[in-house]
C-alpha cells in the first residue's frame, strides 16, 4: 500500500518508470506524453495540499483537466511508480487510495468514497472501480482489471477480473508478467 515516502520521492521513481517503459525515446518523451505530465502536476499538487497551500493545489488539479481531461484530486494517496498511460478521461475520487506501482489506462474511473488499490495493480482502459458508504472496495496486490470492466466488490490478489460485474477470470501469471515487467523491483 501508499507508503510515507514524500511526494518528490515518489515523482523520483515515477519518472525511473516512465522512462524504462519509454526507453530509447529520447528527451522529448518528457515532453510529448501525457501521462508523463499528468503525474508531475499530481505529485505537484499533492506536495502543496500537504504543505496547507490547498488553492494552489487545486489550481493544478484544475490545469490537469483542461490540459489532460484528467482529474486527481490532491488528496489522493498513490505509491511510488505510478503509470498513467493514455490518461486522458481518467478520473479518481478522493477517497481512493493507490498501492505502489500500478498502471492505470485511459477512461478509468475510480469513484465512491471509498476503493483501495493494492502494489503491482493494472487496471484496463475504460474499466470503473466504484465503491458506497457501506461498502469499501479493496482490489488487492498484482491484480489485473479487463478494458471495460466494472468492479463493485472487493477481489483477493493475484486475480485477472472482467466483465460486468467484474469476476475473477483467472490467476495472474507471474512468469510472463515479469518478462514484461523487467523496470519493476523483485519483490
Keep these: 500500500m501508499p507508503e510515507c515516502d514524500g511526494e518528490l520521492s515518489r515523482l523520483r521513481e515515477d519518472v525511473r518508470i516512465f522512462s524504462a517503459k519509454h526507453a530509447g525515446q529520447g528527451f522529448f518523451k518528457y515532453i510529448y506524453y501525457p501521462d508523463f505530465r499528468v503525474v508531475v502536476l499530481y505529485r505537484l499538487s499533492r506536495w502543496l495540499f500537504k504543505r496547507k497551500l490547498k488553492p494552489l493545489a487545486y489550481i493544478l488539479v484544475m490545469l490537469n483537466d483542461f490540459l489532460h481531461g484528467v482529474w486527481i484530486g490532491p488528496n489522493v494517496d498513490a505509491g511510488r511508480g505510478l503509470s498513467l498511460g493514455h490518461p486522458r478521461g481518467l478520473i479518481i475520487n478522493p477517497g481512493t487510495r493507490i ?6 489506462l485511459n477512461q478509468v474511473t475510480c469513484g465512491g468514497p471509498s476503493v483501495l488499490i ?13 465503491s458506497t458508504f457501506d461498502r469499501e472496495v479493496v482490489i488487492g496486490s498484482h491484480c489485473v482489471v479487463g478494458a471495460g470492466a466494472v468492479v463493485t466488490k472487493s477481489f483477493p490478489d493475484a486475480s485477472v477480473l472482467a466483465g460486468v460485474p467484474a469476476k475473477v477470470i483467472s490467476k495472474k501469471d507471474f512468469d510472463k508478467w515479469r518478462m514484461r515487467h523487467s523496470y519493476y523491483p523483485v519483490e
Design 99 to 104: 498501492g505502489r506501482y500500478c498502471t492505470l
Design 118 to 130: 493494492g502494489d503491482f495493480v493494472e487496471v484496463g482502459a475504460g474499466a470503473r472501480i466504484i
